[in-house]
């Protein structure tokens, strides 16, 4: 199945793509298969992570605001509010029709079970006047707002439909393509994107993905204070922005460093943002949706003017390398822990860096290898089941070292080990191994042992 530009990115709200913009989704596709003028009360069932860390990422928010009809794309702040204060007073306004009872803290049930086909789960129950089941559906968030019923989880992937005229499953079979074709990974991308829109619209909607990024960041550069959770974890962007633009940074250490600041600055600034509920761009995960960002503005401040070829060419490529992720691995922390989140973000940022800067196919495939292989094995512990810490600072980690990685590549002539196929086999692999504490359950690792007692 394609999975393409317009399915990988999307405009959302934070903190979690799976935690928060999955069970919105997964709350509206309940809504479609139901007459809310015959439903008097609904019940909501959460498993696995989505239970562990459900509170933290806000979980039982996003329900509410999806069973009221709500989509994460539009949905505004007041809206959310509204709703949510409603929901305090025992009331929803189901599909924004039919207000029903509705008590947040027993209609929302946190369980201790996870379900064997995914850690993400979550089920949906509507009754009727006479208490009898009206409907009831299981879905899963398998990831970077993606949902899935119990029968879609369970088909075999299946091959191409051959709607996009370059179908590939690997990145092996991607470079034979580019090799056979004599056409570059975006340009590959930009004919499979073809096949389901027009051209211009491909291009609309790069520099809509561009520009609501680059508003997150000016956003996250500009609000201060503490992010919300109880961690009383400071926003750092702003101070860092204000003091990169009066040439203080300058006077503190060599400017040889500057450069890096910036995308220190915006990797922060959008995770900042996202830690706090606000708009941004699943790239292809919220909890890794800083290192795109920070890569491309960064690259594009470097360059005289706007260039939209530039920014579509980018997005296509990492769509490419992100859909592989996902495809043949897992772009889900629950699932696979964290290099799953930022590994797969990582990859995409230097792959489409390295095609940017005047990299071979064979180059961008080691690129992406690089920016993968370097983050194997690495845990989702968010501490107090919190998009914060240590997530925020991971992605500024993950952005210069996608950067580095397709220096790296570029120093080369493509020539490399390791495979990218292999490298994403073995984070499978890896995350088949890791210990469920280690994903997205914040039962281990920082997120047990940076508790003070």
């Not at 009331?91 to 064997?116: G, V, W, Y």
């Not at 080990?417 to 359950?441: A, C, I, P, W």
């Amino acid at each position: 199945m394609y999975v393409g530009l317009f399915d990988l990115f999307k405009i959302g709200i934070g903190p979690s793509s799976s935690h928060t913009m999955g069970p919105m989704l997964a709350a509206q596709k309940f809504l479609s298969l139901i007459d809310p003028m015959r439903v008097v009360s609904v019940t909501v069932d959460l498993y696995g992570s989505l239970s562990a860390t459900g509170r933290g990422h806000k979980t039982d928010e996003a329900v509410i605001c999806g069973l009221a009809g709500f989509s994460a794309n539009t949905v505004t702040a007041e809206e959310i509010n509204d709703t949510l204060l409603l929901a305090d007073q025992g009331q929803l306004l189901l599909a924004s029709k039919n207000r029903i009872s509705f008590q947040r803290e027993s209609d929302i049930r946190f369980t201790d079970e996870t379900l064997d086909q995914h850690p993400n789960a979550l089920r949906f129950t509507a009754y009727d006047s006479h208490g009898e089941v009206v409907d009831s559906e299981l879905y899963f968030s398998v990831g970077g707002g993606f949902v899935q019923t119990l029968t879609e989880l369970m088909e075999t992937p299946q091959t191409s439909n051959q709607e996009e005229p370059y179908p590939f499953e690997s990145f092996k079979d991607l470079l034979a393509l580019c090799l056979s074709e004599g056409l570059s990974i975006s340009c590959v991308m930009l004919e499979n994107e073809k096949a389901l829109r027009d051209q211009d619209a491909v291009k609309q909607q790069c520099m809509k993905l561009y520009r609501a990024m680059r508003h997150c960041v000016d956003t996250g550069m500009s609000v201060q204070g503490l992010l919300p959770g109880g961690l009383q974890v400071r926003r750092r962007a702003p101070a860092l922005h204000q003091s990169l633009v009066s040439g203080q940074r300058k006077n503190l250490i060599s400017t040889g460093f500057e450069g890096m600041d910036w995308v220190n600055l915006y990797a922060l600034a959008v995770n900042e943002e996202n830690a706090a509920g606000g708009r941004m761009v699943t790239a292809p995960t919220n909890g890794a949706a800083g290192i795109i960002p920070a890569v491309l503005l960064w690259f594009m401040d470097q360059q005289a003017q706007e260039d939209a070829r530039v920014v579509r060419d980018f997005f296509l490529v990492a769509t490419a390398i992100g859909s592989l992720c996902k495809r043949n691995a897992s772009i889900s922390g629950a699932e696979v822990g964290c290099q799953g989140e930022v590994g797969s973000a990582c990859a995409m940022a230097a792959g489409a860096l390295c095609e940017v800067l005047g990299g071979t196919p064979e180059q961008v495939e080691n690129a992406a290898e690089i920016g993968l292989e370097h983050n194997l094995g690495l845990t989702c512990d968010p501490v107090g089941g919190l998009v914060q810490v240590p997530c925020i600072e991971r992605n500024a980690i993950a952005a210069v070292k996608a950067i580095n990685a397709a220096h790296l590549a570029l120093m080369g002539d493509g020539r490399h080990f390791v495979s990218f196929d292999k490298v994403l086999h073995t984070m499978k692999e890896t995350g088949r191994d890791m210990q469920d504490k280690y994903k997205e359950t914040s039962r281990g690792g920082l997120a047990v042992s940076a508790v003070e007692c």
